[in-house]
């Protein structure tokens, strides 16, 4: 299941008809979605261009979504959608849908071919006047941009627990690896340098995983902040990939071989820092955060 998508079913935003889906979701039964990026729109998600035209009680989608986490298997879907082409900002003519996979003119396109993330099904989404019911609004007509915003932050939370998971599964290889290679008549894990790759690995995780949590203790308390929550998938995100770096490293050129684990930990590890949002943009909401302390 996909976290976010059951986030947008929210009570902050469902109707009465979303809530029937959230069981569903809950139990696993139903697979979940969220539709934001498009070919031409990734980080800049408010230039999208699927477009939603009111016929009726209904509303004709006519359009593309891409690089859709669990795309090739949702059951349903949150998708987000021009209803206001002449809106200024572009944000502001967004609404949020509840399309379902069963609906007429909804189909998806073959699995993309990923470097890392492989059991993670993905995919473009098309729609050719597929239509959906008015009632599928989630929150308010061209307002959905709130809808996709209101996830954001813990979203960003939710996912650095992935790069701390990839580092202690490079230590978990790297480690007892090194203290059974033998070269120059020692274990390899006793040469100062190996030494220093275990010890570089170790910190960065160690300090990964105490602002991961420390910042999900303050959102349990009510204390969330975008500031800390881009900083966190930013900072785990980008030690995940040296780490598996450093792991690779100590494999030497096993390492190098996918017979053993650390070449699809790096490749994992990389989409952390591309996916729901990049690096670069997450150093923007940082630095806009301290930047409106001034304002």
Not at 61 to 76: Q, R, S, Y
Request: hydrophobic share 40%.
């Amino acid at each position: 299941m996909n976290s976010r998508t059951f986030e947008s079913f929210g009570s902050s935003w469902g109707t009465w008809e979303s809530w029937a889906s959230q069981p569903l979701l809950i139990s696993g039964e139903y697979i979940g979605a969220l539709a934001m990026s498009e070919p031409n729109a990734g980080s800049d998600v408010v230039s999208m261009k699927l477009k939603a035209e009111k016929k009726g009680d209904h509303y004709i989608l006519n359009g593309n979504k891409f690089w859709i986490t669990n795309g090739p298997d949702a059951d349903v879907l949150i998708v987000y959608a021009k209803t206001d082409l002449a809106a200024v900002p572009a944000s502001r003519g967004i609404t949020a849908f509840i399309v379902e996979k069963s609906m007429p003119g909804f189909s998806t396109s073959k699995k993309l071919d990923k470097l890392g993330m492989r059991g993670s099904n993905t995919c473009e989404l098309v729609f050719e006047d597929c239509k959906v019911p008015a009632e599928n609004i989630l929150g308010h007509l061209s307002k959905g941009v709130y809808v996709l915003m209101s996830g954001l932050d813990l979203e960003r939370l939710v996912l650095a627990g992935g790069p701390l998971g990839l580092m202690q599964a490079a230590l978990d290889h790297a480690i007892p690896y090194l203290h059974a290679r033998e070269a120059f008549g020692q274990k390899i894990g006793h040469f100062q340098l190996m030494q220093g790759k275990m010890a570089d690995m170790y910190t960065r995780l160690m300090a990964c995983r105490q602002y991961v949590y420390n910042v999900a203790k303050a959102c349990d308390e009510g204390h969330c902040t975008a500031k800390d929550c881009a900083g966190v998938i930013l900072y785990s995100a980008e030690c995940a990939t040296q780490v598996a770096l450093d792991g690779i490293q100590c494999f030497g050129g096993n390492g190098y071989i996918n017979d053993f684990p650390m070449g699809r930990i790096l490749r994992d590890a990389k989409l952390y820092e591309i996916g729901a949002g990049t690096s670069e943009i997450r150093r923007l909401v940082i630095g806009r955060a301290f930047n409106a302390d001034f304002h």
